[in-house]
């Protein structure tokens, strides 16, 4: 599929794709390994050479980052700001008890759909979504969800299942 239809086919599936998605979760989980994460890299490169984030950023609309003091003190440091004032402005605790960014969309996304602080974004953003760098068996709880978020990671999710 050509580069915006990946994101149009989630489109019009995510609604009814939540079972889909944990069923498919679940299947991963039996072959959850070394060999499964190498293939989810090679998938996940493949995948996001036809999904252009910024044709997308949905993840930056609609899912607060967590935002570690790290992270804070290093995007503070940027705007002249102390950490302490930083996150007053920025981040609240979530039910989790998380530090995260405090609204959706994201404060930092611009209108173009670009990263005001791309360089310095938090830990958290330059993880998402958990499917390259050998990290997808560490996060399996996660991509049923994201899949409802996430184009790349609904296609990444069937492109792996094939065959099942
Ligand atoms: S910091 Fe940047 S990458 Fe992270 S959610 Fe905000 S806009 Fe998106
Ligand atoms: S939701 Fe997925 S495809 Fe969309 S911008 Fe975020 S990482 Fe990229």
Same mark, same amino acid.
């Given at each position: 599929? $050509? ?21 498919? *979760? ?14 989810? @890299?090679? *998938? =996940? ?6 999904? !252009?984030?910024?044709?997308? %950023? ?5 899912? /607060? /980052? ?5 992270? $804070? $003190?290093?995007? %503070? ?5 102390? /950490? ?18 405090? @609204? @959706? #969309?994201? /404060?930092?996304?611009?209108? !173009? ?15 998402? #979504? =958990?499917? @390259? ?9 996660? =991509? %049923?969800? !994201?899949?409802?978020?996430? #184009? %790349?990671?609904? =296609? ?9």
């Amino acid at each position: 599929m $050509a580069q915006s239809t990946l994101i149009q086919d989630w489109q019009r599936r995510k609604e009814k794709s939540n079972a889909g998605n944990k069923q498919i *979760v679940k299947r991963l989980i039996r072959r959850k390994g070394k060999d499964l994460d190498a293939l989810a @890299s090679e *998938v =996940h490169d493949r995948v996001f050479l036809k999904i !252009n984030c910024l044709d997308c %950023a949905n993840c930056c609309t609609s899912i /607060p /980052p967590i935002v570690t003091k790290a992270d $804070a $003190a290093r995007i %503070a440091r940027k705007f002249g700001m102390k /950490p302490t004032q930083f996150e007053r402005t920025y981040l609240l605790e979530d039910e989790d008890g998380d530090t995260v960014m405090n @609204s @959706s #969309p994201c /404060p930092f996304l611009l209108t !173009n759909n670009e990263c005001m602080i791309y360089d310095i974004r938090p830990k958290a953003c330059r993880q998402f #979504p =958990h499917t @390259s760098n050998l990290d997808f068996s560490k996060n399996m709880n996660l =991509h %049923a969800m !994201n899949a409802t978020v996430c #184009p %790349a990671v609904f =296609h990444i999710l069937r492109e792996l299942d094939f065959g099942n």
